[in-house]
């Protein structure tokens, strides 16, 4: 398996660009989820789906942000109009139940820059 | 959700056996308790999980006391690539949160 996969893997844009960030999650898992890393506030959850509907979005920081899950292979996590406070990176993870905590597997992360 | 506490840094030498403290006086009845592991540049990686007593796998080993107010996950003969940020979370569903965790160096 490839394992989660994550696009971009570097993003470069200008205050006020909306971004787009991708990710696939391992084949047969049915839980995903979108973090946030920065020095300053650590490893942030901002958003958790199960069976492709969203559970919890109560770490999503503001309306600028949105996360999509159209099929149980595909999510995007954008960011319209983005900010410099926005820099971070950003993990998507995947895991195969949403009950008892499993093993959620990481992927690799898109470092976003915005300036 | 019940929170953690750990230490935010350690140091070790190359072939020691290393204990990393996690408290969490508030865990509930049904959570668990999971480590991850973080190295620069990747995203973190599970380690092992427990709910009571002890529990081994070919990574770590980890303690949890009868009342389970805290956890020590254990590294056997730790070696430089060992060098990374080790998280305690706590939690009986998907819906967990990281802490600061705690750095580990490992010195030749």
């Known amino acids: 398996d490839a394992g989660v996969i994550q696009s971009p893997r570097h993003e470069v844009t200008e205050m006020g660009q909306e971004v787009t960030l991708r990710c696939k999650p391992i084949s047969g898992h049915n839980s995903l989820f979108w973090y946030r890393q920065t020095m300053m506030r650590g490893l942030e959850l901002l958003i958790y789906f199960n069976n492709n509907v969203p559970i919890d979005d109560s770490g999503m920081p503001e309306d600028r942000f949105s996360a999509k899950m159209p099929n149980a292979s595909f999510s995007t996590l954008k960011i319209q109009p983005s900010e410099p406070r926005d820099s971070a990176v950003y993990f998507c993870a995947s895991t195969s139940s949403p009950g008892v905590p499993y093993e959620q597997y990481f992927g690799p992360g898109t470092r976003l820059t915005v300036t | 959700l019940a929170k953690t506490t750990q230490p935010i840094s350690m140091d070790s030498y190359e072939g020691q056996e290393v204990n990393i403290t996690c408290s969490h006086n508030?865990?509930?009845?049904?959570?668990?308790i999971t480590w991850y592991q973080q190295f620069p540049s990747q995203g973190p990686r599970f380690i092992i999980q427990?709910?009571?007593t002890k529990v081994t796998n070919e990574v770590a080993s980890l303690f949890i006391p009868a009342d389970r107010k805290s956890s020590t996950l254990s590294l056997p003969r730790v070696s430089l690539s060992d060098t990374a940020v080790y998280y305690c979370l706590v939690g009986n569903n998907n819906d967990m949160r990281f802490g600061a965790g705690t750095r580990l160096t490992v010195k030749p």
């Open positions: 427990g709910y009571k």
């Open positions: 508030n865990i509930a009845t049904n959570d668990y």
